[in-house]
């Protein structure tokens, strides 16, 4: 039942702030600012790397994953994408574990990575949204998302509880590791509690975002661009945009593009930027200037300190509220989202229901 949205997509993109919510509180003590006391198939103290492996946008959720648990519990993640690691072969030291990540838990390339760890015999673990799938039957340990049922093809709320997961996965591993403080623990914990709120009001930037959609209904190329936590957001941004409006898209490490794609900017192609105020939000200006100078219209996704200090023109800003840098991946997920789904929208192709998609990839 789609209540009185046009879509599942739609619907689903509405739901975020409620099942992030009952998804971080699985996990998360919000009352006094703890992670909770929930069971894990080994020891994050004791293991030396972690390989996680996912298809889609379960591994973008996964990469965004890498860089948090390295970052904040200094634990060394190797992440591939399931179709390549089934045959790459990799060694999987007995001190490390696994972690699979996918919605519908059925998914093939997967589930073959899953069963190839546990021929290597470490500890295997998932993230699922649907409990009673062959992946969570296989693992050792799983880490439900309570997204409630999927229909849209274009994966949105499973997407942010995925990231709510490996946030409280992150703190966990951190706290187990000795790499933060009670009172660290306990800042973050305050941060997580807050993402709903601040999902609600991401949501209302319905009106700049049908503005760039249309936009972008008329053209063949779009370049996304993001460093750090919005590479993988970039990434998703694009696969988002090309699985439902059918215009190709790319995703960048803003980094890169002096190194290849910077040869694709001119006047017909819009570069969607996705840069919160934070850390290297300057390097990511200096990659915009270079986009300007060479007639590139940028369409930047940022919020109000960045919105201030991007002393550029722009084809549009969406300004987001400022949102503590851990939260950020989860909250800078819906406008992408958004964008992808208005464009289809105007554009008229079946948002739901992409041509030559499936929901569930249980074939190689
Ligand atoms: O069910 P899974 O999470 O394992 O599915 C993985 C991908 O097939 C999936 O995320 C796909 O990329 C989506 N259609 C993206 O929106």
Redesign the pocket.
């Known amino acids: 039942d789609k209540g009185n949205h046009r879509h599942f997509m739609e619907k689903e993109i509405h739901e975020q702030p409620e099942v992030i919510s009952h998804t971080l509180a699985n996990y998360l003590n919000f009352a006094d600012g703890t992670v909770a006391d929930f069971d894990l198939p080994f020891d994050f103290a004791k293991i030396e790397r972690l390989a996680i492996s996912?298809?889609?946008?379960?591994?973008?959720a996964g990469l965004i994953g890498k860089y948090w648990l390295e970052r904040y519990a200094r634990l060394p993640v190797d992440i591939d994408i399931?179709s390549e690691f089934r045959y790459r072969e990799m060694p999987l030291p007995k001190n490390s574990a696994a972690l699979f990540?996918?919605?519908?838990?059925?998914?093939a390339d997967?589930l073959a990575s899953l069963r190839y760890c546990r021929e290597e015999g470490i500890p295997i673990s998932a993230i699922v949204?649907?409990r009673e799938s062959t992946?969570a039957r296989e693992s050792d340990g799983i880490f439900p998302t309570l997204a409630g049922p999927e229909i849209?093809?274009?994966?949105?709320k499973?997407?942010t509880c995925?990231l709510s997961v490996l946030a409280a996965l992150t703190l966990k591993a951190a706290k187990a590791r000795g790499t933060i403080s009670p009172e660290e623990e306990q800042a973050l914990v305050r941060e997580l509690s807050e993402a709903p709120r601040y999902a609600s009001q991401a949501l209302k930037l319905s009106a700049s975002i049908e503005k760039v959609a249309r936009e972008l209904s008329h053209v063949r190329h779009v370049l996304y661009l993001g460093r750090d936590t919005n590479y993988p957001l970039a990434l998703?941004g694009a696969?988002?945009l090309k699985?439902i409006s059918y215009i190709h898209a790319e995703g960048y490490a803003a980094g890169e593009l002096k190194h290849g794609p910077i040869a694709l900017i001119d006047e017909q192609m819009p570069v969607i930027v996705i840069a919160p105020h934070d850390r290297i939000f300057e390097k990511t200006v200096s990659n915009m200037q270079e986009v300007a100078a060479r007639g590139g219209r940028i369409v930047l996704i940022t919020d109000e300190k960045g919105a201030q200090n991007a002393t550029l023109e722009t084809l549009e800003t969406i300004v987001l509220p400022d949102v503590p840098e851990f939260v950020a991946p989860i909250i800078y997920a819906l406008p992408i989202q958004m964008l992808a789904y208005h464009t289809a929208v105007i554009m008229g192709t079946d948002v739901d229901q992409p041509r030559n998609?499936?929901?569930?990839?249980t074939v190689e």
């Open positions: 996912a298809c889609g946008t379960a591994y973008l399931a990540i996918s919605q519908s838990g059925e998914t997967t949204n649907v992946i849209g093809v274009a994966s949105t499973a997407f995925q998703e696969l988002k699985e998609l499936a929901k569930s990839v």
